[in-house]
């Protein structure tokens, strides 16, 4: 299907895969029983395992086993925010770059709000076919917004009813990666322009470069062998802005996690390891003062 059958948007199917995976571990972190759907639908990635059962090597396997609960975990760290954050009063929720995200159908929301998912109109488009084909009902009030994040998707948003005097909780998973570094301060600017006092932002940096020992690991390897995704092609390659700091200037509090302070938390997930792919991964969140 058109948006997510090569580039960026096959590691959508890829992250979705992934979370199939963890949905039918015994010791799943987080459960999304929509994923093996959209992985299923699209021929690039219809043969791709959805259970534990059918990775070859099991969790050995570097992008099924490591990076496959990776990406569970950080969607178990990531759920818990924006519960945290619409629980704390956040009334809108914006997914920067929603992918195959399945949030807005797979939470128990309270009453009255929003969720505003942004991506490209194919990445949606296949969204929507294989949601409508499982005839999926949102749990909360749902606005899909198709445009590119490098572009002026502020006035989208705008236009879809987003209000910027209402807290909000925006996330950015899986994204800033893959944008270049002018496109992520334009987007760190924005959320800070339309974020009313109570809003939070959750987002994943890579915070260097990565060295040409790490660059041949596993991970990036079994990527590219197994499914044809070249992560590190992906990645744009500038130098990264620091968006935390960013924030910091702009009255905004953070924390800044490693993803392996979550695998010591939860019991489960990847640990580091000698010329790690994850170890430059941080996890970002920040809050704006006010009410």
Known sequence: MPGVEGGVGLTALMVAAARAIE???P??????????HFVRAAEASAAWPVRPAQVPGGDAN??????????????????????RSVHAG?????????????????????????????????VLTFKHHVLDDLAAVPATTRRPIATDLREDWARSLLNAGFDPAVPTAWLAEGLLLYLPSAAERRLIDTVD???????????????????????????????????????????DGEPRP?????????????????????????????LPEPNDALASNRWVFADKPGA
């Open 23 to 25: 949905t039918h571990r």
């Open 27 to 36: 010791d799943a972190l987080a459960a999304d029983t929509y994923a093996e």
């Open 62 to 83: 570097p992008l099924w086993g490591r990076l496959g609960r990776y990406f569970g975990l950080r969607t178990r760290v990531l759920d818990d925010f924006l519960v």
């Open 90 to 122: 956040a009334r809108q929720v914006v997914l920067l770059g929603a992918g195959l995200d399945t949030r807005a159908f797979r939470f128990g929301w309270p009453p009255d709000r929003v969720v505003y998912e942004i991506d490209r109109d194919g």
């Open 193 to 235: 322009r339309l974020s009313a006092g109570g809003s939070t932002l959750g987002f994943e940096v890579k915070l260097w470069a990565e060295s040409p020992q790490v660059r041949a690991s596993p991970v990036y390897v079994a990527t590219r062998q197994q499914i044809g995704v070249d992560l590190l092609a992906l990645f």
């Open 242 to 270: 620091d968006s935390a700091g960013r924030l910091r200037e702009l009255g905004w509090s953070t924390a800044i996690h490693t993803p392996f302070d979550f695998t010591r938390r939860h019991g489960h997930g990847p």
